[in-house]
Nanobody
Framework: QVQLVESGGGLVQAGGSLSLSCAASGRTVSSYSMAWFRQAPGKDREFVAGISRGTSSTSYADAVKGRFTISRDNAKNTLYLQMNSLQPEDTAVYYC?????????????????????WGQGTQVTVSS
């Protein structure tokens, strides 16, 4: 079992940047398929970015492609999400998620139900 703890959220003006971290306990993060999801008030949780187990291939939602970057540091056992050019529509609670399953980078890595472990979430608020 792994525990995930997100940090780095906050309030930022439109056009600004934030970097989220997700510290994992237990196995190294390279052992997991991992992803960032977000949930805005009144909306379903949605995929933001994912990184595959082993190969470290990445996948992004169209809404964040070119602005967000997912990465992981195996030595620090941490998953990151660098968010640039933030917009008010990026406002949400951001969650990291992990599974030992091997997920396909184009499809199942984007599926909420495929993940077994979730962090508690960190709030990101972008003001206009």
């Amino acid at each position: 079992q792994v525990q995930l703890v997100e940090s780095g959220g906050g309030l930022v003006q439109a056009g600004g940047s934030l970097s989220l971290s997700c510290a994992a306990s237990g196995r190294t993060v390279s052992s997991y398929s991992m992803a960032w999801f977000r949930q805005a008030p009144g909306k379903d949780r949605e995929f933001v970015a994912g990184i595959s187990r082993g190969t470290s291939s990445t996948s992004y939602a169209d809404a964040v492609k070119g602005r967000f970057t997912i990465s992981r540091d195996n030595a620090k056992n941490t998953l990151y999400l660098q968010m640039n050019s933030l917009q008010p529509e990026d406002t949400a609670v951001y969650y990291c998620a992990a599974t030992l399953s091997i997920l396909t980078i184009r499809t199942t890595i984007r599926t909420t139900s495929r993940y077994d472990y979730w962090g508690q979430g960190t709030q990101v608020t972008v003001s206009s």
